[in-house]
């Protein structure tokens, strides 16, 4: 090896050991961006429309089309939904159609992830609405309208845990494939699914 080659090792291996003793490390390297008033709001979207997702699965999926009337617990957290309205289906399109309430009673729905935007525990009290399309197959796109004169959001979110809390908020969502996007509370508010 070179005399130029050893001085090039010596000098990256000088500043690896700098870098580490000056506190850059891949823990801080890797910790997460903080969550803004957006991205603390996204989050909640994102467990109230997988909540509502894993209630209609839950009870409503292959049931027969028309009238829909169910209660269903808010599995494994606690709470209960009143779940009805009505659901058509529509075989060659691959898509259902949906005009369903669902009535969140102390309803807790939770989800642990790698990912510190997909962690949550969050408790929900207030009736939502669900209307449009539900995609069941990729010939079709979900397209729905989701929303609440007031809804009560408390919990749990994020990775490092952040407390959050919303009262009698009103809710005016579309979902449009995977992406949600509208206001809550009277703020501006997405995410992609």
Known sequence: MSKRMQTAVVVGFVSSVLALACGTSA?????????????????????????????????LQGKPVGPQDATVPCLPGGGSAHVFGTATSNAVQGSTEVHLTYVLDHCVY????????????????GTVTET?????QPTSTTALVISSDALDVIGKIHVPT????????????????????????????????
Do not use: H, W
């Open 27 to 59: 823990s801080t390297a890797d910790a997460a961006p903080p969550c803004d008033q957006a991205c603390q709001d996204g989050i909640a979207l994102r467990s109230l429309r997988e909540g509502m997702k894993f209630l209609y699965n839950a009870e």
């Open 110 to 125: 939770s989800q642990t992830d790698t990912d510190p935007l997909r962690n949550y525990s969050v408790t929900f009290n």
């Open 132 to 136: 449009g399309t539900i995609s069941v």
């Open 162 to 193: 952040i407390d959050y809390a919303a009262s009698a908020c009103k809710l005016a969502i579309s979902q449009s494939g995977n992406k949600l996007s509208g206001e809550l509370c009277g703020r501006t508010a997405g995410v992609s699914l």
